[in-house]
């Protein structure tokens, strides 16, 4: 049964960080493209970071560039989003989702296999 856990959100100040994980079960996560995304309320779900299935290649939207890094561990099927100097405009529901192959920036939500079930992320002094 194919399963992807999302985990991690939470409460933190301006300027603090957090550890966002992305676990999957019941498909191998080397075969395929992650994407981070967020969704804050009354606006549409849009990509922060993006991996290749190797890792190799990553990509970041202008507005967490230099905050936000993307990694996996494919032996933990594992893939991970530290978020540094947070601010209160990165409030938002965090979903990580899996494309098998690769995928651009551009690439529609409805071409993602698999979705978790999102995690909550609030800045806030």
């Known amino acids: 049964q194919v399963q992807v856990v999302d985990s991690g959100g939470g409460l933190v100040q301006p300027g603090g960080s957090l550890r966002l994980s992305c676990a999957a079960s019941?498909?191998?996560?080397?075969?395929?493209?992650i994407t981070w995304f967020r969704q804050a309320p009354g606006k549409e779900r849009e990509g922060v970071s993006w991996t290749s299935s190797s890792g190799g290649s990553t990509n970041y939207a202008d507005s967490v560039k230099g905050r936000f890094t993307i990694s996996r561990d494919n032996a933990k099927n594992t893939v991970y989003l530290l978020m540094s100097s947070l601010k209160p405009e990165d409030t938002a529901v965090y979903y990580c989702?899996?494309?098998?192959?690769?995928?651009?920036?551009?690439?529609?939500?409805?071409?993602?296999?698999?979705w978790g079930q999102g995690t909550q992320v609030t800045v806030s002094s």
């Open positions: 989702a899996a494309a098998r192959g690769a995928v651009l920036t551009t690439t529609p939500l409805q071409e993602y296999d698999y």
């Open positions: 019941g498909f191998r996560m080397d075969y395929y493209a």
